[in-house]
């Protein structure tokens, strides 16, 4: 996936290096709504991260978003405010979930 569809906003999420580990995304749905989601590389796995893959795994989650209920991680959660605050500005006559 080099670009993402025009009813997708996303923003990295990057660690205290300010390296790039994760991803998350505001999908506008058929429905008028919103739904977030999030991509993150796994630490102590040795995950090495994939904008591409990042991408797509934070907008399959956000097209299921309220029905995943994950957890959302302390280091993610600045970055899903300001997406959240970005979506609500941005698509405009939408519910925001």
Same mark, same amino acid.
């Given at each position: 996936m080099t670009n993402p569809p025009n009813n997708? *906003? +996303?923003q990295y @999420?990057?660690?205290r290096r300010r390296? /790039? @580990?994760g991803v998350v995304a505001a999908v506008k749905r058929s429905d008028n709504t919103v739904g &977030? =989601? +999030?991509s993150l590389c796994a630490k102590n /796995? =040795?995950?090495v991260f994939n904008r591409?893959? !990042?991408l797509e795994i !934070? *907008?399959?989650r956000a097209n299921n978003f309220p029905h995943f209920k994950a957890y959302v991680p302390q280091s993610v &959660?600045?970055?899903w405010r300001i997406i959240y605050d970005r979506a609500c500005r941005y698509f405009k006559n939408c519910e925001v979930l």
């Open positions: 997708v *906003i +996303f @999420v990057r660690n390296q /790039k @580990v &977030l =989601g +999030f /796995k =040795g995950d591409n893959t !990042a !934070a *907008i399959g &959660l600045e970055d």
